[in-house]
């Protein structure tokens, strides 16, 4: 009756799982197609977002330096401003120290003029008059000495007349020179005047373009700062998604687990029936380590699958008792010949560098402080943690950095 019983529950747990197998086939492969092309939409979407990133950062900085600019040229246009109004008071206060000057100027003529009509009609009176002007003079004295006075008198008439006339000429000289200085002086203010009432135009203008450039810059940044916003959005949205697809697959690979425990408890029962004809209650336990067979990288990475569900030890480099993520690879690897680096940091020295995207089954992909075996499609088997042990994953789950070849 055991036996009966027994071998109807490995016919029926082999229909089941032949059942749940193909289900899972199907689902890990769309599920595969489905991540994969999230996961290029997320690079495009990350691309594109640190292109928006680099950008905010190249505009940001550009109006920064146009704002200094503008500073800069803010503080010139208040130095020529100031010059400007200094100058006009300079002009100011020059005019009218020439107007001054023309005021004297007229001053000094008149009094020329006035000096020479006076002793025109003073030599005309003492010398065209002749001798009759002589016997008048004479004969208003009562003496020689008297006479000799007033004859003393005219000569210094005379001189004193011409003496004055020569001051006021100079002094009229004088006031016409110091005109022209301050007509040569307000001049050149008027001149520097123009030239600094341009230069402030030409600024103002310069200033006003400057600012229509920062408005624009604003504009720009806000843009990008939006398209930004948006690509973080998406990269959000698509991770929750990537998530969802990476626990979806999770749960098919336990199933596939649950599967195989459940193969190998049937296995079990059926030789136990056979050999001994008793009922085996053993669930399969760890895996054991079979026959490494084959050469390429691929028949490791097959390989290394078979230890999914072992142990994870820390120092450890048993495949069936426990390993850590590099005495994993290094056992793997040892099964087929090769000796590797024990730690993580001298197995990312070893065999020869590959980009990512040229990946192959069997190559080591190296992260901070840690290694995994590719398995293709984007997949890895690595001792991850005491708590998950040896387990499948996705190879970009950490950020990579390099891609180690060993065998081809």
Excluded at 50 to 55: I, R, Y
Excluded at 250 to 279: H, L, P
Excluded at 357 to 373: E, F, K, N, R, T
Aim: overall charge negative.
């Amino acid at each position: 009756m055991k036996k009966k019983l027994t071998a109807s529950i490995a016919f029926i747990m082999s229909i089941l799982l032949l059942s749940q197998t193909a289900y899972a086939q199907r689902t890990r492969e769309e599920i595969s197609q489905e991540r994969e092309q999230m996961q290029q939409e997320k690079n495009r979407t990350q691309s594109q977002y640190q292109q928006a990133q680099g950008q905010l950062g190249d505009l940001e900085a550009e109006q920064e330096q146009l704002q200094t600019e503008i500073e800069e040229l803010d503080a010139q246009l208040v130095e020529v401003i100031a010059s400007v109004s200094l100058m006009e008071e300079l002009i100011e206060q020059t005019q009218k120290e020439l107007e001054e000057a023309q005021k004297e100027y007229e001053e000094a003529k008149a009094r020329e003029e006035a000096q020479y009509d006076s002793m025109k009609k003073r030599l005309r009176y003492l010398y065209e008059k002749g001798e009759l002007n002589y016997v008048e003079l004479l004969s208003k004295t009562a003496s020689w000495a008297e006479m000799l006075n007033q004859a003393g008198y005219v000569e210094k008439l005379q001189e004193y007349d011409a003496k004055m006339l020569l001051q006021y000429i100079a002094l009229k000289e004088e006031v016409a020179q110091r005109q022209e200085q301050l007509e040569e002086k307000q001049s050149d203010l008027d001149a520097q005047l123009y030239e600094m009432e341009e230069e402030k135009a030409a600024m103002e203008e310069m200033m006003e373009e400057k600012k229509a450039l920062s408005e624009d810059y604003d504009i720009q940044i806000v843009q990008v700062r939006q398209e930004a916003a948006v690509y973080k959005a998406q990269i959000k949205q698509q991770n929750a998604q990537l998530a969802a697809l990476q626990e979806e697959e999770n749960a098919i690979i336990r199933a596939e687990e649950e599967r195989r425990k459940a193969q190998e408890a049937a296995n079990q029962a059926n030789q136990s029936t056979s050999n001994s004809g008793t009922v085996s209650t053993s669930a399969g336990g760890l895996k054991t380590i079979p026959p490494a067979t084959g050469s390429t990288g691929a028949d490791i990475a097959q390989y290394a699958c078979q230890f999914v569900g072992n142990p994870y030890v820390a120092g450890g480099t048993s495949l069936v008792n426990g390993a850590d993520c590099s005495g994993f690879v290094w056992a793997v690897y040892k099964q087929y010949g090769y000796n590797l680096p024990r730690n993580s940091t001298g197995q990312r020295s070893a065999g020869r560098e590959v980009s990512y995207d040229q990946a192959q089954p069997g190559d080591i992909i190296c992260y901070s402080g840690h290694v995994a075996l590719y398995l293709g499609g984007g997949r890895i088997v690595h001792a991850s943690t005491a708590k998950t042990g040896i387990k499948y994953g996705y190879a970009n789950y950490r950020p990579i950095l390099s891609v180690r070849r060993i065998v081809g």
